[in-house]
């Protein structure tokens, strides 16, 4: 058993007080609720990834047809082939994928087939964070939320077919991909999910997918593991 000021040292005094806080300062259960929120987080990391690529797949169909109609190139992504509202609202993103896409591409492996390869629109979409797509739809950057509700008529809301097209349908995606983003960036940065909602973020992954496709959301949690460790959170067995 590893004493306080050892554990402070290893994980860092101001992540563990909130784990310590947690089990009312008894250590040994702190350190095991900081285990099971490290589960929690391989579990969340798994589900979302299935969402994000199955989300961002959709949306980008749809944005390659829009930007065929508005200036004749389908591979959006990348340089001068960027229909004009699109380039607006993605402009920088677009540039920072497109140098991490080349940069990539640059330190391949040596036999790589494709090792300094010039850039292909899916190198660059490979880039893309679950923030970018989120901004696409107005909610998480309010800035281009006039630009967005133009996009999502002119078609973006055609990578959510299964549900009403209107502004509303817009704000609801747009809002639960946003809480996600929020989610994926707690976990990415190993930030304790404490107070987190598992259910209520599950719903809301399983919620957008239901409105791509109504096969998408059993797909995507065909083998989770999510609830059933969400339901061995230590806490309940402390009560």
Same mark, same amino acid.
Request: aromatic share 6%.
């Given at each position: 058993?590893?004493?306080?000021?050892?554990?402070?040292?290893?994980?860092?005094?101001?992540?563990?007080?909130?784990?310590?806080?947690?089990?009312?300062?008894?250590? &040994?259960?702190?350190?095991? *609720?900081?285990?099971?929120?490290?589960?929690? #987080?391989?579990?969340?990391?798994?589900?979302?990834?299935?969402?994000?690529?199955?989300? +961002?797949?959709?949306?980008?169909?749809?944005?390659? @047809?829009?930007?065929?109609?508005?200036?004749?190139?389908?591979?959006?992504? *990348?340089?001068?082939?960027?229909?004009?509202?699109?380039? &607006?609202?993605?402009?920088?993103?677009?540039?920072?994928?497109?140098?991490?896409?080349?940069?990539?591409?640059?330190?391949?492996?040596?036999?790589?087939?494709?090792?300094?390869?010039?850039?292909?629109?899916?190198?660059?979409? #490979?880039?893309?964070?679950?923030?970018?797509?989120?901004?696409?739809?107005?909610?998480? *950057?309010?800035?281009?939320?006039?630009?967005?509700?133009?996009?999502?008529?002119?078609?973006?809301?055609?990578?959510?077919?299964?549900?009403?097209?209107?502004?509303?349908?817009?704000? @609801?995606?747009?809002?639960?991909? &946003? +809480?996600?983003?929020?989610?994926?960036?707690?976990?990415?940065?190993?930030?304790?999910?404490? @107070?987190?909602?598992?259910?209520?973020?599950?719903?809301?992954?399983?919620?957008?997918?239901?409105?791509?496709?109504?096969?998408?959301?059993?797909?995507?949690?065909?083998?989770?593991? *999510?609830?059933?460790?969400?339901?061995?959170?230590?806490?309940?067995?402390?009560?």
């Amino acid at each position: 058993m590893k004493t306080k000021a050892e554990i402070d040292r290893m994980l860092g005094a101001a992540r563990f007080i909130r784990y310590l806080n947690a089990a009312d300062q008894n250590l &040994e259960k702190a350190i095991q *609720l900081y285990r099971w929120n490290t589960q929690l #987080a391989g579990a969340i990391h798994s589900q979302l990834s299935h969402f994000e690529v199955l989300t +961002r797949n959709s949306m980008d169909l749809v944005l390659q @047809e829009w930007n065929y109609q508005a200036c004749g190139y389908r591979d959006w992504s *990348l340089e001068h082939q960027t229909g004009e509202l699109l380039h &607006e609202m993605f402009k920088r993103p677009l540039a920072q994928a497109r140098r991490r896409a080349a940069n990539a591409s640059k330190h391949r492996t040596s036999g790589h087939r494709r090792k300094n390869a010039p850039l292909t629109h899916d190198d660059v979409i #490979a880039q893309l964070s679950l923030g970018n797509w989120a901004n696409l739809l107005g909610e998480a *950057l309010p800035a281009h939320r006039q630009r967005a509700q133009v996009l999502w008529q002119e078609g973006l809301h055609k990578a959510f077919p299964r549900i009403q097209n209107s502004d509303a349908s817009r704000k @609801e995606i747009g809002k639960r991909i &946003e +809480r996600l983003t929020r989610l994926r960036n707690r976990v990415s940065h190993q930030e304790n999910l404490l @107070e987190t909602n598992i259910r209520h973020r599950l719903n809301d992954m399983l919620s957008v997918l239901q409105a791509i496709d109504n096969t998408y959301p059993a797909w995507a949690i065909t083998g989770s593991q *999510l609830r059933q460790v969400a339901q061995h959170d230590p806490r309940r067995s402390w009560k």
